[in-house]
Structures are given as structure tokens and as C-alpha cells.
């Protein structure tokens, strides 16, 4: 079915005929942000922006002019913002910003001509400078960090901006012509995101599809040799009373490196890693029966991340890249394994072809029975039609010095799964859809270990309909992937419209209806779902949605929902309740906003009561100070046990320049019964080079007694050879 969508949707490309020349620069250009060299002159101009939100139908009431140009080194980017107002709304000085609370301007680059995958470039009337990665089209990963460079002017009814992104820095086809691009501006004053190419409403602004053909006079110059260094040293001391063992002192070093094969294909190695900079995780309540997901974060594993992590569905990835560096004890606790080395080869060959090797080799523990465990993924995807992708995937866990004699190790000699998976989108995107097939293989287990989904959504101005379904057998095992529940079949249906009143006050309203499924692999209901809300965004950016959800479960095993080892409910029980929730976020351009959410109802045998949200204070752009929380309030019959329990998450973050930031992270988390606490002090001292100083506590609530502590500093600078 999808093939024939394929076939029907390859001539249905309905993007605007739009095309601007790039031309090399004549004379020296100069970073400043006025945009006075004689190539800004003689360059093309693109104009006339349209609102993608809250109206398709519209120009922009605050207009915005782009230009191009490129030397032997960058290609340059100008614009000119026109602004009724030089109040600007910046949330932060911090790099990598949250787009939807900031006045900004991004550019999309798809240097390779595929509708598919390019970079995000973007700034702030600050200066401020934000890039990242896009995939599937639209998608948009923040993670990934690069050298390129930004200076904005600001005047009274505009900001000019002067972007210069290295050649070495993009990938893209030697040779080629032709690359696409849209830009994308977000006028928080007016309540609009603008975009250079007509995006229609219902989409992302980010969505390369509709974009416009940026012609090269002459080809992009060849990048020659691209090699990045970029070294570190680290130093911490680490004491751990729960264990009641010394201090730790220690001291490591280890470098990544970035190497250009070709000007689309990289090599990235890391050689002793070290993590000990990234943000800890925002925790969560899990009143769920599953594992819960939590994001990668480390940089080895973001760049070109979609090739290797977006195989399957999300409760279906044969590959996560969060199970590298962690691994479970003889006791079945998680414990940290450093990781020795990784290479990884990720990129472009020819015009269809995308590749990606990964590598990565982690040390072992004898006194926990960990043994060295070397990693494997390997994809090849190959375009389809114009925007459509046939991915093949392998990947493999195998123990090193592995003993079928050995009784203390845990673990087994190897675990691996392969598949195919084909991602479809019309060259509109109305029509989307996935289907995809996995078999995992083990030792003593190769029968009934297949995975399989497939998947299509619809979407229109005023409709949106999807459709998914998934099957994980019962001796599925992807040891390196994120699968929380197997011997399944689970699906859904959802309808969810668009209706924009003809009013002032009101944007939209948006209401849907979804219905989930799960039965095990013979057929026997397990559990469903129906949920119906209702959503109404206002004009002065606030929103408030209403929800009614049906939930039917029968426990494939034994479990309490107070969490609080009390008396479990009986596995094959069938319980059926009804909740009630309303949520309202505020206006985000003021000083003071908030967001809430409430629902009460059932809650298996019994009542959960549940309010949840978080008030920030914008002290514009210097300081935002957070504070999130989450309570629930569980009401079991006798004999169960009630149960109620806080999350408070209070958090500080100062930006006192564009290069010294400060956050202190504070988690009191009741059903953990832990308390942490998170403190990072970052100099960018360089272009993507650093001094990190990390303070981390864990306590125990009752008593603040101390679980354990630690405080690390590490150096980085980001070498060209």
C-alpha cells in the first residue's frame, strides 16, 4: 500500500517555484553584521516572508530581506529583520536557545538535495547562535555542535545579521549546484513564525520540503583537508557514603576527533570519553508498569543520530544508544562503564546512498561480573522516489572473553537484531507512513523473536488522521535497543481536526479522539484506551486543552500502583476506570509564566488525584528561575495501601554573557527518596571549547544524609588541522 502511495504521490510535488542565485564574493568580507561589503550589493535578494503561524494566508507583518554570498572559506548569510519595536524578546543568552520562546531567525540548508536531511544555522537580536541537524524532513536535533560564527546590529526598526558557516563544517555533494533552502523567523511581538517559502500551516516551519532551490554560480569549493581535534583533561573527586568507601580521587584525559572522508561522509572517533558536563536528566513520577525514556545527550552519538535511533517505533527501537556505557550488576542494579573507544562513519555516497558504521568497545568490571562488551550498528539507506527511504539495519552486542563456564559474569556471549524498515512521505507530506521488520537473535533463542510494525498518517489544513501497528514477540530481545514491553500486538487510531474561528481572541481549536489497543501474540485482550480532548490556542500565546479518557487493563503480572510495596493487585485482573484533565499554559511572552495541568479519576481499583506544572520568572536575558513539580495522590481500597508523593524541581539559569553561563538544578524527588543536586559553571572561552566545573549531591530526604557527592572540572578546546 505504501509503495503504491509512492507511486501515486511522486508527481504530486506542489512546492513553489522559487530559485535564488548564490554568487562568489567580489572583495574582502568583513564579520561586523552590516551588511555594506559590495557582494551583500550585488547578491540576489529574497523577501515577501509568510505567516506558517497562527494564519498560513498572510504576509508578515514584520518583514524580513535574505541574502547569500561565499568565498573559499564560508558561505555567508545576511538578512535584514524589520521590527516595529526594539523591545526584543530573548529568553536567554544561552547557545542552543529554545526557539519558541525567543525572537529569532534560523536558516535550513539541504545541502544534498534529497528533501530530506540538511543543518540549521539561527540567532537571536543578540547574537546569540543556535545550530543543529535535520532529519526525516522536518525533524530538528539541538544537540549537535559545530564551529561557525554570527555578529547581529540592532537599530531602532530592524537587526541585520552576518552569519559565516566553514565549508568544513557542512557536508554536502562535491560538484553540486543545487541546494535547498527555507528560513524560518519567529516574531514573538506579533504572535508569528514567518517563513521565506509558503509552509502550510498544518506542518513544521522546519520542513525542507517546502523550500526554495539556492542555485551556485559556481560550485561549492572542495573542502580539502577536515580534521578537528578536540582533546580534554578532567579532574574530580567523588565520595560515596552509601557504600562507605574513600574518597576518589581522579584525574583522565581523552580527545574526539572529527575527520572528513569525503565532503559528505565523516569519521568520528572518541578515545576515553568522558560525560561528565551533560545535563542530568529531568526526573519523572513513573506510576507506569515500563521503563520510562529518557533522551541521549552525549555528543559522540548525535551526529547523524537519525540513521542509527529512529529505527522502529518508539517503544520499538532495536538501537538506543543510552544502553552503551551502562550495564546491570549480579544484584540487577544499573551501574556507569566507561567506554574505552568509539569510531563511528556517517554520511552521504553518491546522490541516494546514506551510510552509517558505529563502534564503540566498553571496559569491564570484575568485581561487579561485568564483562568488556563490544558494539556494532551498521545501516545503509537507500532513496526512493523524491522524499521516500529503504533503511537495512544490523546491530550486535557481543561479551569479550565470554565462558559458557564462567558462573559469575552476567549476561550472555551475544545478542543481535537485524531488519529493513521503508519511511515514506508524498512530496507534499500529506501522506506519511513506516513498515518495518526486525528479528532479533540470541544463543538459546531464535523462534518467535521478530518485530514488525507499519504505520500512515494524513494531513490536511483541517483534518490530521493516523494509523499505527506494532507486534513485538515474546522472545524479541534487543539488548541494545528500547523495548520495554514483548509478546504484543498494540495499535492505535487517531482523528483530530482544525477549526480557526473567525475571531480576535481565538487561533485555533483543535479537537481529537484517540484509541489505543493491546492484545497479546494470540489474540487475547490485554488493554484499550479512548481519550478525547479538545485544544484552543489563544492569540496572546496562551493555550488551554480538556480531556476525557477510558482506560481498560488486564496486569500481564502483579503489580501495585501506589509504588509503594504494599499488597499488589493479582495478575489477569481486568480493571476499568475514567480521569478527567484540564491543562492551561500562559502567555510565554511575559516576565512570569506558568503551566498547569490537573486530572482526577479513576485509577485501577481505586482514585488518582494528579496536579502538575511549572512557574518561571525571565529576568530578559540574563536569568530564568524555574520551578516544576508533580503530585499525585493514590487512593486504593483495603487492603491496598494510598500513596502520595511530590517531584520539585526548582532551577536556576544565569547566562551573564553569550560565553559564561551558570545553572544550578535542584530534584527532590518523594518517590525516589532522593534529593540532588546539579551545579555547572561553563566558560566557552573559544568557538565550541570549554571549562566545565560540575558540582553533583544526592541526599536522602528524611535527614539530608548524604548518598554522594562529587565535583569535576574538565577542559576542552576544539583544534583545525
Known amino acids: 500500500m505504501l509503495f503504491t502511495f509512492s507511486n501515486i504521490a511522486y508527481a504530486q510535488n506542489n512546492?513553489?517555484?522559487?530559485?535564488?542565485?548564490?554568487?562568489?564574493?567580489?572583495?574582502?568580507?568583513?564579520?561586523?553584521?552590516?551588511?555594506?561589503?559590495q557582494a551583500w550589493s550585488e547578491a540576489e535578494t529574497g523577501s515577501n516572508f509568510f505567516q506558517t503561524f497562527p494564519t498560513d494566508t498572510l504576509a508578515a507583518t514584520s518583514q524580513t530581506e535574505i541574502r547569500f554570498t561565499f568565498d573559499d572559506e564560508f558561505i555567508y548569510v545576511g538578512a535584514v529583520c524589520y521590527d516595529n519595536n526594539d523591545q526584543h524578546i530573548v529568553a536567554s543568552l544561552k547557545r542552543d536557545f529554545e526557539?519558541?520562546?525567543?525572537?529569532?531567525?534560523?536558516?535550513?540548508?539541504?545541502?544534498?538535495?534529497?528533501?530530506?536531511?540538511?543543518?540549521?544555522?539561527?540567532?537571536?537580536?543578540?547574537?546569540?547562535?543556535?545550530?543543529?541537524?535535520?532529519?526525516?524532513?522536518?525533524?530538528?536535533s539541538r544537540d549537535w555542535d559545530n564551529k561557525w560564527f554570527v555578529k547581529v546590529k540592532n537599530y531602532k526598526d530592524k537587526w541585520t545579521v552576518e552569519m559565516a558557516i566553514p565549508f568544513k563544517?557542512?557536508?554536502?555533494?562535491?560538484?553540486?549546484?543545487?541546494?535547498?533552502?527555507?528560513?524560518?523567523?519567529?516574531?514573538?511581538?506579533?504572535?508569528?513564525?514567518?517563513?521565506?517559502?509558503?509552509?502550510?500551516?498544518?506542518?513544521?516551519?522546519?520542513?525542507?520540503?517546502?523550500?526554495?532551490?539556492?542555485?551556485w554560480e559556481t560550485p561549492p569549493p572542495k573542502q580539502?583537508?577536515?580534521i578537528s581535534l578536540i582533546p580534554y583533561v578532567s579532574s574530580g573527586i567523588l565520595k560515596n557514603q552509601e557504600e562507605g568507601t574513600a574518597v576518589n580521587y581522579n584525574l583522565n584525559a581523552g580527545f574526539d576527533a572529527k575527520i572528513g572522508i569525503t565532503s559528505a561522509l565523516n569519521l568520528d572517533l572518541t578515545v576515553n570519553p568522558d560525560f561528565s558536563q551533560v545535563e542530568v536528566d529531568e526526573q519523572v513520577t513513573n506510576l507506569n508498569r515500563f521503563e520510562i525514556f529518557f533522551p541521549e545527550r552525549r555528543q559522540f552519538f548525535l551526529e547523524n543520530s537519525d540513521l542509527f535511533a529512529n529505527g522502529g517505533f518508539p517503544f520499538t527501537r532495536p538501537f538506543f544508544s543510552r544502553r552503551i556505557g551502562i550495564a546491570r550488576d549480579t544484584a540487577g542494579n544499573n551501574v556507569q562503564i566507561p567506554i574505552l573507544y568509539g569510531a563511528k562513519i556517517s554520511g552521504k555516497v553518491g546522490k541516494d546512498w546514506r551510510i552509517g558504521l558505529l563502534n564503540v568497545l566498553t571496559d569491564k568490571n570484575k568485581?561487579?561480573?561485568?564483562?568488556?562488551?563490544n558494539y556494532t550498528v551498521a545501516t545503509v539507506q537507500k532513496r526512493l522516489f523524491s522524499t521516500s527511504n529503504l533503511q537495512a539495519f544490523f546491530v550486535n552486542k557481543s561479551a569479550l572473553k565470554y565462558s559458557e563456564n564462567d558462573t559469575v559474569s552476567v549476561g550472555s556471549e551475544f545478542n543481535r537484531v537485524l531488519g529493513l524498515e521503508y519511511n515514506f512521505s508524498s512530496n507534499s507530506n500529506k501522506w506519511i507512513g513506516e513498515i518495518y521488520y526486525y528479528k532479533s537473535l540470541d544463543p538459546d533463542n531464535s523462534d518467535r523473536s521478530t518485530s514488525s510494525g507499519a504505520f500512515l498518517g494524513y494531513n490536511s489544513k483541517h483534518l490530521g488522521v493516523r494509523f499505527g501497528q506494532t507486534f513485538a514477540d515474546e522472545n524479541f530481545n534487543a539488548e541494545v535497543g528500547f523495548v520495554p514491553r514483548t509478546n504484543r500486538l498494540g495499535g492505535f487510531f487517531r482523528v483530530e481536526g482544525a477549526i480557526f474561528p473567525k475571531t480576535e481572541a481565538i487561533i485555533g481549536i483543535r479537537p481529537g479522539v484517540t484509541y489505543r489497543y493491546t492484545y497479546d501474540r494470540d489474540f487475547t485482550f490485554l488493554d484499550n484506551s479512548l481519550n478525547f480532548e479538545i485544544e484552543t490556542k489563544f492569540q496572546n500565546t496562551s493555550e488551554l486543552?480538556?480531556?476525557?479518557?477510558?482506560?481498560?487493563?488486564?496486569?500481564?503480572g502483579s503489580f501495585d500502583p501506589s509504588r509503594s510495596d504494599g499488597l499488589e493487585l493479582a495478575e489477569d485482573t481486568r480493571?476499568?476506570?475514567?480521569?478527567?484533565?484540564?491543562?492551561?499554559?500562559?502567555?510565554?511572552?511575559?516576565?512570569?509564566?506558568?503551566?498547569?495541568?490537573?486530572?482526577?479519576?479513576?485509577?485501577?481499583?481505586?482514585?488518582?488525584?494528579?496536579?502538575?506544572?511549572?512557574?518561571?520568572?525571565?529576568h530578559q536575558p540574563y536569568a530564568n528561575i524555574a520551578i516544576q513539580f508533580d503530585y499525585n495522590e493514590i487512593d486504593l481500597p483495603e487492603p491496598y495501601n494510598d500513596n502520595s508523593f511530590w517531584l520539585i524541581?526548582?532551577?536556576?539559569?544565569?547566562?551573564?554573557?553569550?560565553?559564561?553561563?551558570?545553572?544550578?538544578?535542584?530534584?527532590?524527588?518523594?518517590?525516589?527518596?532522593?534529593?540532588?543536586?546539579?551545579?555547572?559553571?561553563?566558560?566557552?572561552?573559544?568557538?565550541?571549547?570549554?571549562?566545565?566545573?560540575?558540582?553533583?549531591?544526592?541526599?536522602?530526604?528524611?535527614?539530608?544524609?548524604?548518598?554522594?557527592?562529587?565535583?569535576?572540572?574538565?577542559?576542552s578546546y576544539w583544534f583545525n588541522i
Not at 514567518?194 to 517546502?210: A, C, E, H, K
Open 169 to 215: 563544517t557542512l557536508r554536502y555533494k562535491e560538484g553540486g549546484k543545487v541546494w535547498n533552502v527555507n528560513f524560518i523567523r519567529n516574531d514573538l511581538k506579533n504572535n508569528e513564525r514567518t517563513t521565506w517559502l509558503r509552509v502550510p500551516q498544518q506542518f513544521r516551519g522546519s520542513n525542507i520540503l517546502y523550500s526554495a532551490k539556492m542555485i
Open 545 to 556: 486543552e480538556v480531556s476525557v479518557g477510558k482506560n481498560i487493563v488486564t496486569l500481564t
Open 367 to 373: 568485581k561487579l561480573g561485568i564483562l568488556g562488551q
Open 575 to 618: 480493571h476499568e476506570w475514567t480521569s478527567f484533565a484540564v491543562g492551561y499554559v500562559s502567555n510565554l511572552r511575559k516576565k512570569i509564566g506558568f503551566g498547569i495541568e490537573s486530572s482526577y479519576g479513576g485509577f485501577f481499583n481505586g482514585k488518582r488525584f494528579n496536579i502538575e506544572g511549572g512557574i518561571i520568572y525571565r
Open 649 to 715: 524541581g526548582p532551577k536556576i539559569d544565569l547566562t551573564f554573557t553569550d560565553k559564561l553561563f551558570f545553572t544550578t538544578f535542584i530534584q527532590y524527588n518523594e518517590q525516589a527518596d532522593n534529593l540532588n543536586i546539579n551545579a555547572r559553571f561553563q566558560w566557552r572561552f573559544k568557538p565550541v571549547s570549554d571549562l566545565f566545573v560540575v558540582y553533583t549531591d544526592n541526599y536522602v530526604p528524611n535527614g539530608l544524609n548524604v548518598k554522594n557527592r562529587a565535583l569535576v572540572m574538565k577542559w
Open 224 to 226: 580539502g583537508a577536515n
Open 99 to 140: 526557539f519558541i520562546t525567543t525572537e529569532a531567525l534560523h536558516v535550513y540548508f539541504d545541502t544534498y538535495n534529497d528533501l530530506t536531511t540538511g543543518f540549521v544555522f539561527g540567532t537571536s537580536p543578540y547574537g546569540v547562535q543556535a545550530e543543529g541537524v535535520l532529519s526525516e524532513r522536518d525533524r530538528v
Open 15 to 37: 512546492r513553489e517555484n522559487t530559485t535564488i542565485t548564490i554568487k562568489k564574493a567580489i572583495g574582502k568580507m568583513t564579520l561586523d553584521g552590516n551588511l555594506d561589503e
